[in-house]
């Protein structure tokens, strides 16, 4: 299985980081970079990437059943991660998600039927003085509100 | 490139580590350079290792991770004369919920940060450094990844760095959403490619961390002090906190007040001059009901009891901890049920899973609360809910289990006319409750 070439360098970037022998220490970072580009984790980037750092596949898929940004579902194109942990919680973090559920029309762990959006509550993101705060795959919006949000998820809709 | 700042600075902040925050470029290495930059490290190779740790002792500085263990005397336990190779690893994981400051001290001034491994790597004679930052910060290791870059054009990294000899080279290395990935055994695990399960100690880090290699591991915050108290002196630093809690440090004021945001003040600032001088008082007039002092494994205090310094040891004495310096803030209109059975949600989806008490603890804490919250709980339910944290305190195999419990006793020891108002009224029908089941 091929890879991007930037994906590439930055697989040989992770490994080097590491003296010779430890090569599995790459193996975190090489999920989840891996899993960005192809979207999600399937059983070919497993087997792949398990056979390159020479780790049992059992072993690799022990790892990624262990880490909540790792996944093999597919997620949406927009994956809308919001927090609700407790600094955002009392800003109003659990109406924002209900919100959520009802505009796109799907609950958490969920994708839209056109594969745009899915929706993800998650633990505390480290943007706790500035929230309600989300993630819309790596990009963070802080201060939220349902209308903010609408206009978010609008801009979204349009994005090419 | 010159970030912004997230929120309005206050006039009461003392500006040691976060000096450089809201300059022209201050993520770069011209800014710097220009301001001071790197001349600390200039004066660590002027002094034998031995030297630089006294002078971290002498500051008094206390890890910023939670913990609050001097820094100096950690250092010290690395045994130098070891064959084996040492490691440098930074704890960028900052995952306790209430907590964000870390991240603002890697967008503001990345080199700061590489500046105390620096002098670190010196201490003790470590080559290799790794910073592991939680997967949801990846802007943050281009960041990061940019100021390694610029280090290693002017010869701060590399194999023989400004000519002397010394070798020590840097990397950033992505989690991938755990919060236990914080602990630091469970954070070298996951760094060496594995589940994030914690690992018995002793032995410790230092001296059996990394590929069971000698290895300091701090926290962001507590490097990024380093520079500031090798350049000014350790006692410089000690002198702006209290007794044994030396220097400033970055507080996250969060919930409900008028300007929350992330404020460096000296160790030992009165936490109620925080809430109203600092951030600028509760929310729309309201009164303060209580607070979550160091991030939420701390126990909460009652408004009461925030008259108080906000230092290791004065906190410890009020009963709860400095923790991580996440502040949370609750008025009066906060419902401590949905507050405790929040924290106890994380705690359940966080632990790992390794130890009995831990993981059977939150799913029951979290199921028995959930069901206190919901009405359709017993009164021997509330009971049961202390008698399990009684019985997880110091008894699991790393401290999430004291993470969970302690927040959670305290919350229904403190509120408790709050939780036995939910629970079930003995007329009222209601559903069978054990036929109820948490998601
Ligand atoms: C469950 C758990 C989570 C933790 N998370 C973090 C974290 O996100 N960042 C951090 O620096 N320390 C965290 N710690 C504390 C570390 O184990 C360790 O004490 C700290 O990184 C040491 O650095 P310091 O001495 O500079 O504080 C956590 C501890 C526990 C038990
Ligand atoms: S609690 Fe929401 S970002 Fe920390």
């Known amino acids: ?160 | 490139m010159s970030p912004r700042l997230y929120n309005e600075p206050s006039p009461l902040e003392v500006k040691i580590l976060t000096r450089r925050f809201g300059l022209p470029n201050s993520q770069s290495i011209d800014t710097y350079l220009a301001t001071g930059g790197y001349e600390a490290f200039r004066k660590a190779l002027e002094m034998t290792p031995e030297e630089i740790i006294e002078e971290v002792k002498a500051s008094n500085l206390r890890g910023r991770g939670g913990a609050g263990f001097p820094t100096g005397m950690k250092w010290g336990f690395v045994p130098r004369e070891s064959p084996l190779p040492k490691y440098v690893v930074v704890n960028a994981d900052e995952g306790e919920p209430g907590t964000c400051k870390d991240r603002l001290l890697m967008e503001h001034d990345p080199h700061q940060l590489l500046e105390g491994m620096l002098i670190a790597a010196r201490a003790v004679g470590a080559e290799r450094g790794y910073i592991y930052i939680r997967g949801e910060y990846r802007y943050l290791i281009e960041i990061l990844d940019r100021a390694i870059g610029e280090a290693y054009e002017r010869g701060f990294l590399g194999d023989n760095i400004l000519g002397t000899g010394m070798r020590f080279h840097v990397y950033t290395h992505s989690g991938a959403g755990s919060y236990e990935c914080g602990e630091e055994s469970a954070l070298l695990e996951s760094l060496e490619g594995k589940r994030g399960v914690p690992r018995i100690r002793p032995p410790f880090p230092a001296t059996a961390g990394l590929f069971q290699c000698p290895t300091v591991l701090n926290n962001v915050e507590t490097f990024c002090a380093i520079p500031a108290i090798i350049r000014d002196g350790g006692k410089a630093f000690a002198a702006l906190g209290t007794p044994r809690n030396g220097g400033t440090r970055l507080f996250c004021i969060s919930g409900h007040v008028n300007r929350p945001g992330v404020y460096e003040l000296p160790m030992g600032f009165n936490l109620l001059r925080m809430i109203h001088e600092v951030a600028g008082g509760v929310r729309d007039g309201r009164k303060l009901k209580a607070v979550i002092p160091g991030g939420s494994s701390c126990p909460v205090l009652k408004a009461e009891e925030c008259d108080l310094p906000m230092d290791f040891d004065s906190v410890a004495q009020a009963g709860s901890m400095l923790g991580s310096g996440g502040v949370v803030v609750m008025d009066e209109t906060t419902d401590m049920v949905r507050v405790a059975v929040r924290i106890a949600k994380f705690y359940q989806h966080e632990s790992c899973g390794w130890c009995v008490p831990c993981r059977e603890g939150t799913t029951w804490l979290r199921h028995l609360l959930t069901r206190i919250d919901q009405g359709i709980a017993k009164p021997s339910e509330l009971d049961l809910v202390v008698e399990i944290c009684n019985n997880m305190l110091g008894r699991t195999f790393c401290p999430l289990g004291d993470a969970a419990a302690m927040p959670i006793r305290s919350f229904v020891m403190k509120f408790r006319e709050e939780f036995e108002a939910r629970l079930r009224r003995p007329m009222v029908a209601v559903p069978d409750p054990d036929s109820l089941v948490v998601s």
Not at chain 1, 100 to 128: M, N, Y
């Open chain 1, 1 to 160: 299985m091929r890879f991007s070439e930037q994906l590439e360098a930055k697989f040989n970037q992770l490994i080097s980081a590491f003296p010779p022998g430890r090569e599995r220490a790459a193996l975190v970072p090489m999920l989840l970079y891996a899993q960005d580009e192809v979207g999600h984790l399937t059983p070919e980037v497993i087997q792949e990437i398990a056979g390159r750092l020479r780790v049992p596949v059992h072993e690799v898929d022990e790892v990624v059943s262990y880490y909540s940004m790792l996944t093999r579902k597919p997620r949406g194109r927009y994956h809308i991660q919001i927090c609700t942990n407790i600094s955002c919680m009392l800003l109003g973090a659990e109406q924002l998600l209900e919100h959520a559920k009802q505009r796109l029309g799907i609950d958490c762990g969920e994708v839209t039927p056109d594969g745009r959006f899915s929706l993800e509550e998650v633990e505390c993101i480290g943007a706790c003085c500035w929230g309600p705060a989300i993630q819309v795959n790596y990009d963070y919006h802080h201060w939220m509100t349902p209308e903010k949000l609408d206009r978010l998820l609008e801009e979204l809709r349009k994005a090419q």
